[in-house]
C-alpha cells in the first residue's frame, strides 16, 4: 500500500503569507496526486488534481506541483477563508490513501 | 448541478445493522464510481472504498474490509454502505463522493474525487 506523508502537520500563518505544504509518497506515482481542503465540520473540497491541475472554481493563488514521489500545494497569499486542514491523496494504486492532513491556524 | 445527499445522524449500539444512503443528482448516476471515506473523531481522511454503478464492481480499503458493503440502487441514483453488526470503533463522520477519471493521454486512470456530500455522522455504543 501507498503510504502519504506530509510536512509540516500543522503550521501557523497570517494573511497574506505565502505557504507551502509537502506530500511525499512511499513510492512512485507518477501525478497521481490530488489535494483536498477541510474546514471544520464540513466536506472535504477539492483543490488541485493530477498534481497541478486546478479544479474549477478554484482561487490562482493556489498551485500545485511535483511528481513521482514529491509534491507541494502552495498557496501565495493566504486568506482568512484559507485557514483550514489540506489533505494529499494518491489514485496511482488501490487502496487509495490521503496523507494524515496538515492544518493550517492563524499566527 | 451535481449533488450528493447523505442520509441523516444514526445512533446505534454494538451489533446493531446499519445502511447509510447517499442520494445522487444532476449527472449520469451509473457512468462514475462512487467513494466513500470516512473521518474518526479529530482524525484525517480514511478511504473506505468505491463502487461503479453500472456494473456494481466494489473495491475496498483495509481498514472495512469484510466489515461493510457498498450497493447502489441504480432506479433511485442512490449508493449505500452498510453494516451487518456495528462495532463502537465505528463511530465516525462518512462521506461519499463522486469520483471522476482521466481517460486520455498520460494520466490515464488518475481519479479524483471532485463533488462530496455532507456526511453522516454515525454514532455507535458500547
Known amino acids: 500500500d501507498i503510504q502519504l506523508t506530509q510536512s509540516p502537520s500543522s503550521l501557523s500563518a497570517s494573511v497574506g503569507d505565502r505557504v507551502t505544504i509537502t506530500c511525499r509518497a512511499s513510492?512512485?506515482?507518477?501525478?497521481?496526486l490530488n489535494w483536498y481542503q477541510q474546514k471544520p465540520g464540513k466536506a472535504p473540497v477539492l483543490l488541485i488534481y493530477d498534481a497541478s491541475t486546478l479544479q474549477d472554481g478554484v482561487p490562482p493563488r493556489f498551485s500545485g506541483s511535483g511528481s513521482g514521489t514529491e509534491f507541494s500545494l502552495s498557496i501565495s497569499s493566504l486568506e482568512p477563508g484559507d485557514f483550514a486542514t489540506y489533505y494529499c491523496?494518491?489514485?496511482?494504486?488501490?487502496?487509495?490513501?490521503f496523507g494524515q492532513g496538515t492544518k493550517v491556524d492563524f499566527k | 448541478e451535481v449533488q450528493l445527499v447523505q442520509s441523516g445522524a444514526e445512533v446505534k449500539k454494538a451489533g446493531d445493522s446499519l445502511k447509510i444512503s447517499c442520494k445522487t443528482s444532476g449527472y449520469n448516476f451509473n457512468n462514475y464510481w462512487i467513494t466513500w471515506v470516512r473521518q474518526l473523531p479529530g482524525k484525517g481522511l480514511d478511504w473506505v472504498g468505491n463502487i461503479y454503478p453500472g456494473d456494481s464492481e466494489a473495491k475496498y480499503g483495509p481498514s472495512m474490509e469484510g466489515q461493510v458493503t457498498l450497493s447502489v440502487d441504480k432506479s433511485v441514483s442512490t449508493a449505500y454502505l452498510h453494516w451487518s453488526s456495528l462495532r463502537a470503533s465505528d463511530t465516525a463522520m462518512y462521506y461519499c463522493a463522486r469520483k471522476l477519471r482521466c481517460t486520455g493521454g498520460s494520466c490515464t486512470g488518475l481519479d479524483w474525487f471532485d463533488t462530496w456530500g455532507p456526511g453522516t455522522q454515525v454514532s455507535v455504543s458500547s
Open positions: 491523496q494518491q489514485s496511482f494504486n488501490y487502496p487509495r490513501s
Open positions: 513510492q512512485y506515482i507518477s501525478t497521481f
